[in-house]
């Protein structure tokens, strides 16, 4: 199975409220990264946090990491219809080279 | 825009067949990443060159072969098309060698098998 799962599957929201996204892996990793993916199109890199740092911000993202427990979240505030798009974690692994993407959550901003 | 360049952007072809996707990756960047995204699969690494070299092997078939050229454009062929072969495939450009580097994702090619 997948390195990375994120939940939920899918989530819907009004514009203005905040979003929260899980993502939970198997084995320890050296960096966790975000992405997002509009329909159909390229994946964006959002962040990337480090196996060492417990928590990341940027811009109204808000990246959490937790290692013991093996998961992350990533929280996007006062969300905006344009944040209307599919996010991705990614788990890197060094030992084995490997990059592994979760299932992804979709997430609607309803205007 | 990410800087890294695909195409075509659609293609359309027949089982059995054989394709070549290409891939020009942002400038300076040394690595090229293949995946492909289909609805049952998510997204599955395929490959990664850096400077010309293959660097780390995923879920890439036997069928499917990729290289990188001297100017680190890239191509992935993909021969005797099935169809479960149709998906959304990517390519990824990073600065550094290691899996570890921010990835910088192209537009796709969108492969129909029909």
């Known amino acids: 199975s997948q390195q990375g799962e994120e939940d939920p599957q899918a989530l819907s929201i009004q514009e203005g409220e905040n979003a929260t996204m899980n993502c939970s892996y198997k084995?320890?990793?050296?960096?966790l990264q975000w992405y997002r993916q509009n329909s159909g199109r390229g994946l964006v890199h959002l962040i990337l946090?480090?196996?060492?740092?417990r928590e990341k911000h940027s811009g109204r993202l808000r990246v959490t990491l937790d290692t013991s427990k093996k998961s992350s979240s990533l929280l996007i505030t006062a969300s905006r219809a344009a944040d209307t798009a599919s996010y991705f974690c990614a788990t890197a692994l060094l030992s084995n080279q490997k990059v592994t993407f979760g299932t992804g959550t979709k997430l609607q901003v309803i205007p | 825009d990410s800087g890294v360049t695909q195409t075509p952007k659609h293609l359309i072809t027949a089982t059995g067949q054989r394709v070549t996707l290409r891939c020009s990756p942002r400038s300076g960047d040394l690595s090229v990443y293949w995946y492909q995204q289909s609805l049952d699969q998510g997204l599955q690494f395929l490959i990664q060159?850096?400077?010309?070299?293959?660097?780390a092997k995923g879920n890439i078939l036997e069928r499917f072969s990729a290289q990188q050229f001297p100017d680190l454009h890239s191509e992935l062929n993909l021969s005797s098309l099935e169809l479960g072969d149709s998906a959304l495939y990517f390519c990824?450009?990073?600065?550094?060698?290691?899996?570890?580097?921010?990835?910088?994702f192209g537009p796709g090619t969108r492969l129909t098998v029909l």
């Open positions: 060159y850096y400077n010309g070299e293959e660097r």
């Open positions: 990824a450009s990073s600065a550094k060698q290691i899996l570890t580097d921010t990835q910088y």
């Open positions: 946090i480090r196996s060492n740092e």
């Open positions: 084995t320890s990793i050296n960096n």
